[in-house]
């Protein structure tokens, strides 16, 4: 995983622990784990030239170190179907997080293509102060933020770990595709908790990675948002 220490390495030389989505994607994609292609733009008209390359609609997300909480900045907007709505988003991303944020360095915003809808799914791991290294599964959106249906394993989990993280959590149904909703492929987020238990192994000085949300099909899931942390001291 040589492409993951460089990225960590650099960060670390610019002073930061927080990768920006584009790099934790970076790191996801280089450690197996699926991830949405996202590029950075540094103007509108670089954000135009991309979303041309890229094929509409696509999606904006204002790209700063300082900025983890996108949606809160006012900084993601999704489904933009023509130049004319980059044009505009572009503008009310930068107009919505500069005076939220006065003293952020924005980079520009990342652009990626739309995924379409899936089950919402979180993949987290973070260091608990009395278990050490450990990583979660849940349902995205309310399910976790207001039900906490969520499992819990130690890390490094084995693949029989992975299915039963999946089978424990009350909205399993959900996975299983009730009641005509798209089922959730079980084997791609088995292969993806499996692959960020081996990130956080095999790396050190990852403290915390979140796939929120990862979306997941009746054939694959992707992450289309990421989020790594590094410790203070390597
Ligand atoms: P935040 O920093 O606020 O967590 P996200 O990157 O998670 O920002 O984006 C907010 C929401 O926008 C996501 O929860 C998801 O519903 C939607 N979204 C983000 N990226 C994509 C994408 N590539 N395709 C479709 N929807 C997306
Ligand atoms: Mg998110």
């Known amino acids: 995983m040589s492409n993951v220490s460089e990225i960590i390495a650099e960060v670390r030389s610019q002073g930061r622990t927080v990768l920006t989505e ?5 790191v996801c994609r280089a450690a197996g784990i ?29 790209a700063s170190p ?3 909480h996108k949606t ?5 907007k999704v489904g933009l179907k023509n130049k004319a709505e980059v ?7 930068m107009a919505s997080v500069r005076p939220k944020y006065p003293g952020a360095k924005i980079d520009g915003v990342s652009v990626q293509g739309m995924a379409r809808p899936g089950t919402e799914i979180i993949i987290g791991m973070f260091k608990d102060p009395q278990f050490g290294p450990v990583i979660m599964f849940g349902l995205g959106g309310i399910f976790v933020e207001v039900l906490k ?17 999946m089978t424990e959590i009350k909205g399993y149904a959900l996975l299983r595709g009730y009641r005509g909703h798209e089922p959730a492929h079980l084997p791609s987020l088995e292969k993806m908790l499996l ?13 915390e990675i979140d796939l929120n ?7 694959s899931a992707v992450a289309v948002d990421a989020r790594i942390v590094l410790e203070e001291k390597p």
């Open 22 to 26: 584009i790099e934790s994607k970076q």
């Open 34 to 62: 699926s991830a949405t292609e996202t590029w950075l733009a540094v103007s509108q008209k670089g954000a135009l030239a991309l979303s041309e390359k890229i094929d509409f609609p696509v999606v904006l997300k204002v």
């Open 66 to 68: 300082d900025i983890s």
């Open 72 to 76: 809160d900045a006012g900084g993601v």
């Open 87 to 93: 044009r505009q988003a572009y503008r009310e991303i």
């Open 149 to 165: 249906d969520v499992s819990f394993r130690i890390i490094p989990i084995l693949r029989r770990d992975a299915a039963e993280m």
């Open 195 to 207: 692959k960020v238990s081996d990130l956080a192994e095999k790396t050190p000085g990852i403290k």
């Open 213 to 219: 949300p990862v979306f997941a099909y009746r054939d």
